[in-house]
């Protein structure tokens, strides 16, 4: 079983449509909790930066944490098409220095 | 204040051969991972250097190598190249080497193919 479930997609969704981006982890010393937004042949760009349960908001996005449940999420409102891309999250322990990448969720957003 | 810079950003090798891979760090960062992210998959990690030294490993082989400088810049080697290694290499700087506690920023990467 892989340390961090991410479903690939891809997902395709209407300018303006609210999207919801899902993680699932099994590793408990997980605590801190990142979205990274990369665009093709790009490296991955810093979206969110999360420690423990509960939400953290930032424009147009939401992170969402659910320790009990080993669950995170990011919601998208008024999606646009500069949205277009692949969200990968990431999750690390308190003690550990490597980060654990899900597979990246490949996104469209149409005009 | 400077972002993560890769060099060069494309490569194109043959199995066998030994490839040098360089990153310099965001201003004020002193740690350094390194990442591969094969195509449609998320970045696996390699190793992370930390005043130097080599500080923690992912499940990488011994010929996959690394250097920091005292400027904080960073090398990986990849020696006997196979064709499994082809894949996008991305270099992330953070500001201490306790993971989330200081999260990473990556650079643009190094896609390398080997034929």
């Known amino acids: 079983q892989k340390e961090v479930e991410q479903d690939p997609g891809p997902l395709s969704v209407p300018e303006g449509a609210i999207v919801s981006l899902n993680c699932t982890y099994s590793?408990?010393?997980?605590?801190?909790f990142m979205w990274y937004r990369q665009y093709s042949r790009k490296g991955p760009e810093l979206l969110m930066y999360?420690?423990?349960?509960g939400n953290k908001e930032d424009g147009r996005f939401t992170a969402q944490v659910d320790k009990s449940s080993k669950y995170i999420s990011l919601f998208i409102r008024d999606s646009q098409p500069s949205d277009s891309a692949t969200y990968l999250c990431?999750?690390?322990?308190?003690?550990?220095?490597?980060?654990?990448f899900g597979t990246g969720t490949s996104l469209t957003v149409i005009p | 204040e400077t972002g993560v810079t890769q060099s060069p950003t494309h490569l194109i090798k043959t199995r066998g051969q030994q490839v040098t891979l360089r990153c310099s760090s965001q201003?004020?960062?002193?740690?350094v991972s390194w990442y591969q992210q094969a195509l449609g998959q998320g970045p696996q990690f390699i190793f992370q250097?930390?005043?130097?030294?080599?500080?923690g490993r992912g499940n990488f082989p011994p010929r996959f190598s690394g250097l920091q400088f005292p400027n904080y810049s960073s090398e990986l080697n990849v020696n006997a190249l196979e064709l499994d290694d082809s894949a996008l290499y991305l270099c992330?700087?953070?500001?201490?080497?306790?993971?989330?506690?200081?999260?990473?920023?990556f650079g643009p990467g190094t896609r390398l193919l080997v034929l």
């Open positions: 201003s004020g960062h002193n740690t």
């Open positions: 250097y930390y005043r130097e030294e080599e500080n």
């Open positions: 990431a999750m690390s322990a308190y003690t550990g220095n490597q980060f654990y």
């Open positions: 992330a700087s953070s500001a201490s080497p306790s993971g989330g506690q200081e999260t990473q920023y």
């Open positions: 999360t420690y423990s349960s």
């Open positions: 590793n408990s010393a997980f605590q801190y």
